[in-house]
Structures are given as C-alpha cells and as structure tokens.
C-alpha cells in the first residue's frame, strides 16, 4: 500500500512544488493539502494521513501547536520543513513530537527517503544534525516538559538495562539498523525497546526521547 502524505504550507507554490517532486514516486500518495493550521487539522482527521510535511509558520494555529496535537492523538507521523537548520521554531517542533524535519531546499530523493523512514519508525536527523538540535535545545530558556528536573528521573529507574542502551543510542541520533547491529539484536527486537522507551518516558517521537536523554546527562 502506498504512503499517504498530505502538504502543510502557506505558500502555494511550495505545495505545488512538493506535490510535483513526489507525484514521481509510485510508492507515494499526496493526498491533500492545506494552507493554515485549522485547514490542516481538519484535512488530516479526514483524510488520515500517513505522513505530514509541516511548516511551522503557518497561520491559525502555527505548525508548532498542529504538529502537537496530531502526534498527541496519533494521527500522524510529522516531518518539519524549515528555512534554516537550527531555526527555534524547529526545536519547538521536536517537542512537540515530530519525526525530524527537512529544509525546503532538500532534494525529492532525500524527501522521498524521509518519508520512506517515519513511516519504518525512524527520524530523519543525521546524527551530526541531532546533537546541534538538542544542544540548542538545552541552552534554550523555555525548556517544556521534556526537562528533567530532580523529581522526574523516576522514569529512569522503570527502565530495563536493554533499554537504558537503546535510549543512549538514540541519543546519538542512531536509526533502528543501527542500534540493531550496535546491540546485535534484531530489527524487530529494537523497535520493541524503542516502543517501550518512548511509553516508559512519555515521549511522542525518538527525537523527543533523545532531547530527554541529552537534558538528562546534563544534569549529572
């Protein structure tokens, strides 16, 4: 079955632009589009979605507060288009529960295999790109819930010794593949631990678990 995505951006040729890049891939089905963050909340409830790619400026609410309230219902996996790699409103954005997130300029392969990737339970940060969102994150002054603080690492002690190593390795920004053969376990066994991770910690997404982690050795 194809891949359901449906197109969250204010500006119009952006949408056609997307639409053409991936209307190439037989594996992917663009399946709506939206122009504002109230159009878009309504578009992905109706028409159910597998991935979104979401801008964050977007008016009524902004891509910030949808993306929050799809992932919390989960409706849908979140991908972030941005201008700019370590723009704020994209940290904000992985808080709130995205998979990742592109830079408009990226290339049709690159957004295609982005999609391909949330979908099989992956992000699509490099590693190199994770540790530069969660250090802006950490150094940001409004930390949301995913800041520890003294009386919260009682998640810590739920979790098994497997699964404290899949969070370390999170952390670093490593897919499934990776942990898998890091770990030599099976594909199928990592993402049971991730499951469980992101359950035991109450995270919406991967990234939102390696954020935790990374605010969490800060402390120590």
């Known amino acids: 079955m194809n891949i359901r995505v449906l197109l969250a951006d204010d500006h119009a040729a952006i949408r056609q632009g997307l639409r053409f890049m991936l209307d190439a891939d037989d594996d992917i089905d ?12 309504a578009n992905i ?16 609410p902004d891509g910030i507060e949808v993306t929050a309230e799809v ?15 370590l723009d704020d409103y994209v940290v904000g954005a992985l808080r709130a529960g995205a998979s990742g997130f592109l830079l408009k300029t990226a290339e049709q392969r690159t957004i295609a295999d982005a999609i391909r990737r ?7 940060l490099s590693p190199e790109v ?5 250090s802006r994150a950490i ?9 520890p603080t003294e009386a919260e690492p009682e998640w810590l002690t739920e979790l098994t010794q497997r699964e404290r190593e899949v969070l ?5 920004g490593m897919s499934n593949a990776a942990i898998a053969a890091d770990l030599h376990i099976s594909e199928a066994t990592t993402k049971t631990h991730v499951s469980r991770v992101l359950t035991k910690t109450g995270c919406r997404s991967r990234i939102q678990a390696a954020l935790l982690a990374q605010q969490l050795d800060s402390m120590s």
């Open 30 to 41: 663009v399946v709506g589009e939206a122009a504002d963050g109230k159009t878009a909340l």
């Open 118 to 124: 949330v979908v099989r339970g992956e992000n699509v």
């Open 168 to 172: 370390a390795r999170l952390k670093e």
């Open 130 to 134: 994770t540790r530069a969102v969660i």
């Open 139 to 147: 150094s940001s002054p409004d930390d949301t819930d995913t800041t």
């Open 71 to 85: 992932t919390g219902a989960g409706l849908a996996q979140v991908i972030i288009l941005t201008s700019f790699e």
């Open 45 to 60: 409830r109706a028409l159910r979605p597998d991935v979104v790619l979401m801008d964050v400026r977007m008016p009524y």
